[in-house]
């Protein structure tokens, strides 16, 4: 399990949104207030952003937030519009690793993922693998369900060309329950293509991690946000029902669609 929180507005600087905040994800690493199966999200952390190029760019720690003496000069000279930033807490079976610490990233996407699946290395992994094209494997670097569903989303797209984000993660949300064969998965997902934030609050046997969105949030002025836990005392977070999918656009409202 872990947390995450995505930022898509002007341009601020990285402090803005993982420490500073009084509920920021430095925060939420010691002292969560909706997280369940665990107590801490000491397992690592990592951010990503869309660098000068327009390709993505992340930056992953497996050690804890508290303990990096480099994220507190990269706070502050790291600015972007749109930021993807998560805190992991493992689970058993997937090491603490550069490899499995969210989130990941393509030559065009940025994705992190907050759940976990039951009997995914003996069980499940092998239905993934079977169904996912020999190009996508050797860029699998981890041995987490959220890389082998990074994985598939790709795979997806890229057999789709015409497909709409939206569209991609409904069917990846349809697929994965297949590959279950009854057992139990969390998935809550949030990813980007450089210009909007997707957001998926989706569990199977079980309720669905938490996941919140602001769009007025006087702390991030003319900025959309989600995070797993609300990042303000505003009272302005709104929870994302279960089993929907949320587009935040910098051009429209947000948009709330069922799996």
Known sequence: MCRIAAYLGPSITLDRLLTDPPHSLLVQSWAPRELRYARLNADGYGF??????????VYVNPDPIWTDPNLPHLGRALASGLWLAS????????????????????????????????????????????????????????????????????QELNDNPDLAMEKALSNLMKKTEGWLDGNRALLTIVVSDGERLYAVRHAIDDACPTLY????????????????????????????????????????PPELLSL
């Open 87 to 154: 805190i992991r807490s493992a689970t058993i079976g997937n090491p603490v690793n550069h490899a499995n610490t969210q989130p990941f990233a393509d030559n065009e996407f940025l994705f992190d993922h907050n759940g976990l699946i039951d009997n995914f290395h003996d069980q499940v992994r092998p239905r993934i693998t079977a169904e996912l094209a020999p190009a996508y494997l050797p860029a699998i670097r981890g041995n987490t369900e959220s890389e082998y569903l990074f994985a598939a989303f790709r």
């Open 48 to 57: 990503g952003w869309y660098a000068n190029a327009g390709q993505p760019a």
């Open 213 to 252: 969105y602001t769009t007025d949030d006087d702390a991030f002025p003319d900025a959309q946000l989600i995070a797993s836990e609300p990042l303000t005392e505003s009272g302005v977070w709104q929870s994302i029902p279960e089993h929907q999918i949320l587009i935040l656009d910098p051009e429209e």
